[in-house]
């Protein structure tokens, strides 16, 4: 029992280490950009070299050693093998990432510049706009002016006929009035002079009879 014991406390001493140390999944990571680095059979400089990996190079990572110093890796030319953990960065190489920066930086400047030219085509909409309103309110005291002078002059010429309609009245009816005493002058003149006429006429009819 004894012995049994001890050669399952034995298997998992050399079980568990494996198991803690191993990775549940390969994870791609990218050696970094400044350096190649060598490739060893094993975790830690007493492993034997097989290689180099250049920077910016993509790996699959498989699991860590149990201080974490190194990784077991995979490379494209699927080569399994222990490299330096310090190496590993989980970002692609800036030669990788320059030329996409460079296009993300072109795409933003473009966005600045249709956003600029849309900014001053709306500017120069508004201003176009405000250029008419101006012309149009111009155009319209302009009108209203014209407008003031012609109801003015109108209104002048109706009181000028006005005046002439009321001095036209004063002399007719200053006519009528002089036509009237007139005939009421010769009436009364007539009246006055009949009686002197026709008694004189009676007069002679009776010498004569």
Do not use: H
């Not at 209104?155 to 009245?169: G, P």
Request: no cysteine; hydrophobic share 35%; charged share 25%.
């Amino acid at each position: 029992m004894y012995k049994k014991n001890l050669l399952i406390a034995l298997m998992l001493s050399f079980i568990l280490p494996t198991l803690m140390t191993s990775s549940a999944f390969a994870a791609d990571k990218y050696i970094t950009d400044d350096l190649s680095v060598y490739l060893r059979r094993g975790p830690g400089p007493q492993y034997g070299i097989t290689g180099t990996l250049k920077a910016g190079e993509q790996v699959s990572v498989l699991e860590t050693s149990s201080d974490g110093k190194y990784t077991r890796i995979k490379d494209d030319k699927n080569r399994v093998s222990w490299i330096e953990s310090e190496f590993l960065s989980n970002l692609p190489s800036l030669k990788e990432r320059v030329p996409a920066l460079e296009q993300e930086l072109t795409i933003l400047k473009d966005k600045a510049d249709n956003a600029t030219q849309d900014k001053q085509a709306l500017i120069d909409n508004y201003t176009n706009q405000l250029t008419l309103a101006n012309q149009k309110i111009a155009d319209l005291d302009k009108t209203n002016s014209e407008l003031k002078t012609q109801s003015n002059e109108q209104l002048s010429q109706i009181e000028s006929m006005n005046n002439q309609l009321d001095e036209k009245r004063q002399s007719l009816i200053l006519s009528w009035f002089l036509r009237g005493g007139l005939v009421a002058g010769i009436g009364l003149i007539i009246g006055l002079l009949l009686p002197f006429i026709i008694p004189r006429s009676r007069k002679k009819d009776r010498w004569m009879n």
